[in-house]
């Protein structure tokens, strides 16, 4: 069946990214910790459906408050291809020079922030600005991208650059040029992208590995725990105060960044 050549291909870049990325990995999760443990955050930014991974890794269930994922609404949600919040706007606006710099300029971020970039192509004027400006701003950057694809891609940012070359660090996605994996007889380009799991999959493990340098330090945040299931009175408040704990320190600690 076709849908067991996406599986396969896709076991092949899950592999990759365990067997080459846990280092960088390790890397981007020591600083989010140190950022955290500094009491500022892990921001992360992606636009059209680059920002997916941003919104799966907080808040949601196993999350912790210290990540704050930027949602640009007008590049990352896409109703349908035309009319209102269509594809055609979001992929002009993410190529529009100046942008990325409005979107920071809500933000009172420092250096002891860490600014985690998701781009597959990594060539989208957008997230390379807003490394940049990151930079400048004297925040260590992350690039999460395809090193396959962006290294044979040309840069839609006046500077020529591509989203790993402005970055400190790059965790590469291992996903193949292209994006989509899958060869359909009679279709005229692959169809089923890998770029999106991928990227969750690495920002759900650097969720993690930063966890266990939290605790490595006995830094130990409140969790979003699971509520979605049948629990006893006293389990139910155990959870909601668990909940509201997580609250509070989403909004402590967002009172000294938003602008």
């Not at 592999?15 to 280092?23: A, D, G, H, L, P």
């Not at 989010?32 to 459906?49: I, N, Q, T, Y």
């Not at 920071?104 to 002891?112: G, S, T, V």
């Not at 400190?168 to 292209?178: A, W």
Request: charged share 20%.
């Amino acid at each position: 069946m076709t849908a067991n050549k996406f599986f396969q291909a896709f076991s092949e870049v899950f592999q990759r990214i365990e067997t080459t990325q846990v280092e960088n990995i390790h890397t981007a999760a020591t600083w989010a910790a140190e950022a955290m443990m500094a009491d500022r955050f892990g921001v992360l930014f992606g636009s059209g459906h680059s920002y997916i991974p941003t919104m799966d890794i907080y808040p949601r269930i196993g999350s912790f408050p210290g990540w704050l994922p930027i949602h640009e609404m007008a590049t990352s949600y896409i109703t349908r291809m035309s009319g209102d919040i269509g594809l055609r706007q979001s992929l002009f606006l993410e190529k529009v020079e100046g942008y990325g710099k409005v979107v920071l300029a809500n933000y009172a971020l420092d250096e002891r922030d860490v600014m985690i970039v998701i781009s597959n192509s990594g060539v989208n004027t957008i997230g390379i600005e807003i490394a940049i400006e990151a930079k400048k701003l004297g925040l260590k950057t992350v690039g999460v991208t395809s090193l396959a694809h962006s290294q044979v891609s040309k840069s839609y940012h006046s500077s020529g650059k591509r989203l790993f070359e402005v970055v400190d660090l790059v965790i590469d996605n291992c996903v193949p040029q292209g994006d989509a994996l899958v060869d359909v007889t009679g279709f005229p380009a692959r169809v089923a992208s890998a770029s999106t799991i991928a990227g969750c999959i690495i920002i759900q493990s650097l969720a993690a590995e930063t966890g266990a340098i939290l605790a490595e330090h006995n830094y130990i945040p409140p969790v979003f725990p699971s509520h979605n299931t049948k629990l006893s009175e006293e389990e139910t408040h155990r959870v909601e105060e668990l909940v509201e704990q997580i609250y509070a320190e989403d909004s402590r600690r967002l009172k000294q960044i938003l602008r």
